[in-house]
């Protein structure tokens, strides 16, 4: 059991802020006044500034100078650039964790991904509450590989770029009726590849996996703007 | 000539506490008090807490609930996570540098390097003042990478551990006189794996130059604390 400090007011604040832009009611390149938040939440300023530094830690605002908070902006460019470095450090992860644990250590983890996949399988027919479930499931999965692989700042770095991820993966999800299924044939994939001892496999399922999503986001946003390029 | 926007008075607090971590003066698991800072520079501990979130940003302190503000650990297990993704992220920016540019687009950079060197060779002799003024060419070198790679969150990831590695570097490069010749070597051969247009020996050459700090680094902890392992 561990036991957890309860959390500050920025991080509450930044919480609450991060899931309005990820869930998209916050747009891309929206601004976010400081002072108005404050007189909404009825806190104060300091701790507003404290919580969008969260935030454009976690990729969701940009901080420009004299301007202030802006929500980042989800065009194809930065999509690829998102997912170049995230999938970069996911196979890190996936390597890691092979170099350090034998397929006998990785009980736990593969018995979280059996659970996963039920779930992803039973999602397909219902709705966003599901899809929310099968998203938290993967990342409890990779919280789980944090603790094996012992990295501090590849855990902070992936941590980071987690929101960011949901906010375009979410964008994904709605449209793609079949993702689930292929959610559920990615960690079918990996408990395979664990199991066998086959790191090349392993990192190239994750890349695969990966570059999908990827593809699936940008085809989302260019139905979105299809002015785009 | 780009203009740039004054330092936030925030940025400015974390400026200087930081060149305080990098440089020793504040040593590991200090204590760093939000009270005690704010008044010795006369700002509000407001500042001074937006400069710690900042400095947790550069990996330079840890913040605990209720306890606060802790000057990071340099641990050889601390010293292999930071590594482990530093250079994994280095070994990214040489790959997509080849995959965008040509060696003819790489002109610049490469008469960058070529100063570099110069620097690297010339500092040998010289003190504490060289050591800055080649580490610093070498982030200049990336900082033109950066542009050229356009990036902008494996820039903000890897310019977040710039600090962390420049505070083991100097440790290193302290002890070492060989170290400016290794440098030197190292950047003549990042010059010609580009004008081959060798990817692969790109990332071979980062990979190994990372290696060999990281053991340079590993090797000046065990000497200043010989019973850590």
């Given at each position: 059991?561990?036991?957890?400090?309860?959390?500050?007011?920025?991080?509450?604040?930044?919480?609450?802020?991060?899931?309005?832009?990820?869930?998209?009611?916050?747009?891309?390149?929206?601004?976010?006044?400081?002072?108005?938040?404050?007189?909404?939440?009825?806190?104060?300023?300091?701790?507003?500034?404290?919580?969008?530094?969260?935030?454009?830690?976690?990729?969701?605002?940009?901080?420009?100078?004299?301007?202030?908070?802006?929500?980042?902006?989800?065009?194809?460019?930065?999509?690829?650039?998102?997912?170049?470095?995230?999938?970069?450090?996911?196979?890190?992860?996936?390597?890691?964790?092979?170099?350090?644990?034998?397929?006998?250590?990785?009980?736990?983890?593969m018995g979280q991904i059996q659970q996963l996949q039920t779930l992803a399988s039973a999602s397909e027919k219902t709705g966003d509450e599901a899809t929310e479930r099968v998203v938290e499931?993967?990342?409890?999965?990779?919280?789980?590989?944090?603790?094996?692989?012992?990295?501090?700042?590849?855990?902070?770095?992936?941590?980071?770029?987690?929101?960011?991820?949901?906010?375009?993966?979410?964008?994904?999800?709605?449209?793609?009726?079949?993702?689930?299924?292929?959610?559920?044939?990615?960690?079918?994939?990996?408990?395979?590849?664990?199991?066998?001892?086959?790191a090349d496999g392993l990192v190239a399922v994750i890349r695969y996996f990966g570059e999908h999503q990827r593809q699936q986001v940008l085809k989302t946003l260019k139905q979105a703007q299809?002015?785009?390029?």
């Amino acid at each position: 059991m561990r036991f957890q400090a309860p959390e500050s007011l920025a991080e509450q604040i930044a919480r609450h802020l991060g899931h309005r832009i990820v869930s998209g009611r916050l747009a891309p390149g929206e601004r976010v006044q400081e002072m108005k938040v404050a007189g909404e939440l009825d806190v104060s300023r300091g701790s507003v500034r404290e919580a969008l530094l969260i935030l454009e830690r976690r990729h969701l605002v940009e901080i420009f100078p004299r301007r202030g908070a802006v929500v980042s902006q989800l065009s194809p460019a930065l999509v690829n650039s998102l997912y170049d470095i995230y999938i970069e450090l996911l196979c890190m992860l996936g390597r890691k964790l092979m170099e350090r644990w034998s397929s006998v250590d990785l009980v736990v983890i593969m018995g979280q991904i059996q659970q996963l996949q039920t779930l992803a399988s039973a999602s397909e027919k219902t709705g966003d509450e599901a899809t929310e479930r099968v998203v938290e499931a993967g990342f409890e999965v990779m919280r789980h590989a944090y603790r094996l692989v012992d990295n501090p700042f590849l855990e902070e770095t992936l941590e980071n770029f987690k929101p960011a991820i949901s906010r375009t993966y979410y964008l994904a999800l709605k449209k793609g009726p079949g993702e689930f299924m292929k959610t559920e044939r990615f960690f079918r994939q990996v408990t395979e590849a664990v199991d066998q001892g086959d790191a090349d496999g392993l990192v190239a399922v994750i890349r695969y996996f990966g570059e999908h999503q990827r593809q699936q986001v940008l085809k989302t946003l260019k139905q979105a703007q299809p002015d785009l390029t």
